[in-house]
């Protein structure tokens, strides 16, 4: 199976900050990675797919990059509404793989 | 607007089963590969099944194979999961998924094993 890690596991930031959160797997999976954003109580919502691409809807401070193992996702400018959970999944081979989650706060 | 609900949780005791439902609305299920998800309580997300347009490919996480069914019910436009041998860490919210790569989600449905 393919092991997802995420880190950092959580962060404690500010309104404006850039933040940037890593996600490795395992082994190889091209570009098969998606991105979650999940706040306290709620569904998850889809930020990134194909590792770099925007999900419609989704706002233009997210942005996905990487391919193979490791992959980043980036808010340029973090809002109040950032403050969440953040997941990585990969869907390249089964079983899928969610990585552990990095929980974002606020400072 | 495209919408997903299930339903068919609730308390059961390890070892019984339950039958979980994801209505889908706005959209064919059979057009697409669907999924379903599961969260702990407390703890992060966990893929748990797939199923695909047809029925004719199904994928389980290990944990659950020999244990759970997927399938569909394409005359209601509907995706189930039936659970047997049920065990307390299966307690979660279990969510349905639409794919590719779970871009529809539904509210989830609560199960706990105990």
């Known amino acids: 199976d393919i092991q997802m890690t995420q880190s950092p596991s959580a962060m404690s930031t500010s309104i404006g900050d850039r933040v940037t959160i890593t996600c490795r797997a395992s082994?190889?999976?091209?570009?098969?990675l998606a991105w979650f954003q999940q706040k306290p109580g709620k569904v998850p919502k889809r930020l990134i797919y194909d590792a770099s691409r925007l999900q419609n809807g989704v706002p233009s401070r997210f942005s996905g990059s990487g391919s193979g193992t490791e992959f980043t996702l980036t808010i340029s400018s973090l809002q109040p509404e950032d403050f969440a959970t953040y997941y990585c999944l990969q869907h390249y081979t089964y079983p899928w793989t969610f990585g552990p989650g990095t929980k974002v706060e606020i400072k | 607007e495209v919408r997903l609900v299930e339903s068919g949780g609730g308390l059961v005791q390890p070892g019984g089963s339950l039958r979980l439902s994801c209505a889908a609305s706005?959209?064919?299920?059979?057009?697409?590969?669907m999924s379903w998800v599961r969260q702990a309580p407390g703890k992060g997300l966990e893929w748990v099944a797939n199923?695909?347009?047809?029925?004719?490919?199904?994928y389980y996480v290990d944990s659950v194979k020999g244990r759970f069914t997927i399938s569909s019910d394409d005359a209601k436009n509907s995706m189930l999961l039936q659970m047997d041998s049920l065990r307390a860490e299966d307690t979660a919210v279990y969510y349905c998924v639409r794919l590719p790569v779970f871009d529809v989600w539904g509210q989830g449905t609560k199960v706990t094993v105990s």
């Open positions: 082994q190889g999976i091209i570009n098969n």
């Open positions: 706005g959209f064919t299920m059979n057009y697409f590969w």
């Open positions: 199923i695909n347009q047809d029925g004719s490919e199904k």
